[in-house]
């Protein structure tokens, strides 16, 4: 079997989400897995499925920087997209991966661990969904299972602004809100200020591929058409530009 | 009596954000936010609707993880266990 996948370049919150659930519904049609790798362009703050809007975004603060907020399908806690990280979304028969789902999530990220290791940079797993180097989280990572398939999409942070994420995101107390921020500087890293040389989205794209292709012993099949299922996407993209949907926790 | 609205961090666990009441031995309200994990995420409604349906006892761990596993839900993040722990004392360790 071939493991189909597309580079889908920079596009917005809602609209990469809504990529990421009409390429679930076709390969719970196919059973045939596919990787599609992207970026966010414009930033966005997405929240976890299972989290308020309004408890974890500044929304004024938000709408004034004209950045898009958009409930994620899958767990996890609220982040903020933007141009300098890779992200990407294997969608894949439950079948293929452990069954066991902590055990999934391990498996999945080992290629992002290859390639971090063939540039030199020792990074492990940190469970349940989080990629660390030298105890600093470089990526997060999130899963669903619907239908007997399993989407897990993940970031790769390449830098990162915490000061332009915690303007953006409501904490719990703010009169702890400047500790709060020191202590997430020295605990969240980019892989960029570990490498003697920024990475370029393109590379990194093939080199995850590559690695993906090598951990699930397929060939790699570039011919996939996003095009194919642009109606299904203009749909989906509308349910999560939606109030009814980001806002319903 | 108004619902009490907090934050709680089980060890080693994600951030809850829970609103509930408690009223005698039942709770009268009670919604689980927060950047945990649960399969499928549907079981959230589930979950939220069964906490009300029963006794906070000695049964209350028992009763409502039997009801997760005959759904076949997992939880990642927190435990039952944890949600006994905070509408019985309003604390989580």
Known sequence: MQLKVINTGFNSASLNFAMDEAVLEL?????????????????ACTIGYFQGMQLEIDQTRAADAKVECVRRMTGGGAVMHDANQF?????????????NIQESYEFICRPILEVLAEMGLQAEFAPLNDIILNGQKISGNAQTRKKAVVLQHGTL????????????????????RDKLVASVKKRVTGINRHLPQAL???????????QFAELLD???????????????????????????WNLKY | ?????????PTGGKLLKIAYRVEGSKVAEFRLRGDFFMHPESALELLEDR?????????????????????????????????????TTGACS
């Open chain 2, 51 to 87: 906490v009300l349906s029963l006794e906070l006892d000695k049964k209350f761990v028992q009763e409502l993880n039997d009801f997760l596993s005959e759904q076949n839900v997992e939880l990642f993040g927190f435990t039952v266990e944890n949600l006994y722990e905070i509408l």
């Open chain 1, 157 to 176: 942070l390449l830098d990162v602004d915490v000061d332009l994420m915690f303007s953006l995101l409501l904490v719990p107390d703010e009169k702890l």
């Open chain 1, 200 to 210: 370029e989205f393109d590379e990194l794209a093939l080199k995850i591929a590559q």
């Open chain 1, 87 to 99: 992200t990407y979304s294997l969608v894949i028969p439950e079948s293929m991966v452990p069954a």
């Open chain 1, 218 to 244: 397929m060939d790699l099949d570039w011919d996939f058409d996003m095009e194919l299922l642009s109606e299904r996407v203009e749909q989906l993209q509308a349910k999560y530009s939606s109030d009814e």
């Open chain 1, 27 to 43: 390969v719970q049609e196919t059973g045939v897995p596919v990787l599609r790798l992207y970026g966010f362009a414009p930033t």
């Open chain 2, 1 to 9: 009596m108004e619902n009490v609205f907090k934050n709680f961090k």
